[in-house]
């Protein structure tokens, strides 16, 4: 496989985007989401530039891409199932999600779940397989969404490198801007495959954490109740 530059006027195109991130002095950490600084056609160019990077990295691990009918295409491959899906939400914009008032004044706990996420440690970036809770009070000024918008959203926010108790803080502060409610509870439980598959190669243990705002925080019988409805057990 040739390796193609992805460069113009000599200029990778991974510096060209890193470049107006820095020029606008914001971060771009493996979590953060970045499409505001990628222009058209930039996201295809960039997948050329990581399979060329890809085939160094199986060179160096001395693969024989060449001869290795099983590995010659494997560097493009990969470059595509990290740009288009496990990293994907780093690379496009947050997925569209029509808001409607709550005209019935609806003022009671609402869970969504279990949603199914998946994500990679930022760290092995080995795969984190696990499920999602939702719990809301809304209140007469929220905005209600689709149930399948959450799963949505937190798809965009978990395919990116992650750590998990980011990634649930990450996913309250984005509902919590969309929804407006008293109160939002997320709870995530995980199975980390930078256990599973090397290191002490554990397959029992599982990571749950939480993360509580608003009304969650204060009233202990709601946050008791929300838990309480969150079967972890199945």
Same mark, same amino acid.
């Given at each position: 496989?040739?390796?193609?530059?992805?460069? !113009?006027?000599g200029?990778?195109?991974?510096?060209?985007i890193?470049?107006?991130?820095?020029?606008?002095?914001?971060?771009?950490?493996?979590?953060d989401?970045? $499409?505001?600084?990628?222009?058209?056609?930039?996201?295809? +160019?960039?997948?050329?530039?990581v399979?060329g990077?890809?085939?160094?990295?199986?060179?160096?691990?001395?693969?024989?891409?060449?001869?290795?009918?099983?590995?010659?295409?494997? +560097?493009?491959?990969?470059?595509?199932?990290? @740009?288009?899906?496990v990293?994907?939400?780093?690379?496009?914009? !947050?997925?569209p999600?029509?808001?409607?008032?709550? +005209? #019935?004044?609806?003022?009671?706990?609402?869970?969504?779940g279990?949603?199914?996420?998946? $994500?990679?440690?930022?760290h092995h970036?080995?795969p984190? *397989?696990?499920? @999602?809770?939702?719990?809301?009070?809304?209140? #007469?000024?929220?905005? @209600?969404?689709?149930?399948?918008?959450?799963?949505? /959203?937190?798809e965009?926010?978990?395919?990116?490198? !992650?750590?998990?108790?980011?990634?649930?803080a990450?996913? +309250?502060?984005? /509902? *919590? %801007?969309?929804?407006a409610?008293?109160?939002?509870?997320?709870v995530?439980?995980?199975?980390?495959?930078? *256990?599973?598959?090397?290191?002490?190669?554990? %397959?029992?243990?599982? *990571?749950?954490n939480?993360?509580?705002?608003?009304?969650? /925080?204060?009233?202990?019988?709601?946050?008791?109740?929300?838990l309480?409805?969150? %079967?972890?057990?199945?």
């Open positions: 496989m040739d390796k193609p530059s992805g460069k !113009q006027d200029i990778a195109v991974s510096a060209r890193r470049a107006r991130i820095e020029n606008a002095n914001r971060r771009y950490h493996a979590n989401n970045i $499409s505001a600084f990628i222009e058209p056609g930039e996201l295809e +160019a960039l997948l050329d530039e399979a990077k890809m085939q160094d990295v199986l060179e160096s691990l001395v693969i024989d891409v060449k001869k290795d009918h099983n590995t010659r295409d494997t +560097a493009r491959r990969v470059a595509k199932m990290y @740009l288009n899906e990293f994907r939400g780093r690379y496009v914009s !947050q997925p999600v029509t808001e409607f008032p709550n +005209a #019935e004044y609806l003022n009671e706990l609402m869970i969504v279990p949603i199914t996420v998946r $994500s990679a440690c930022s970036l080995c984190i *397989m696990g499920r @999602l809770w939702i719990g809301l009070l809304p209140n #007469e000024h929220s905005n @209600l969404i689709g149930l399948s918008k959450y799963s949505r /959203l937190a965009w926010i978990m395919s990116r490198p !992650q750590i998990q108790e980011e990634a649930i990450q996913v +309250a502060d984005l /509902l *919590m %801007n969309k929804v409610p008293d109160g939002l509870a997320v995530m439980e995980a199975d980390h495959f930078c *256990m599973h598959w090397r290191g002490v190669k554990d %397959n029992a243990t599982k *990571m749950v939480s993360v509580m705002r608003g009304a969650f /925080l204060k009233n202990a019988t709601l946050r008791r109740e929300f309480s409805l969150v %079967n972890l057990k199945d």
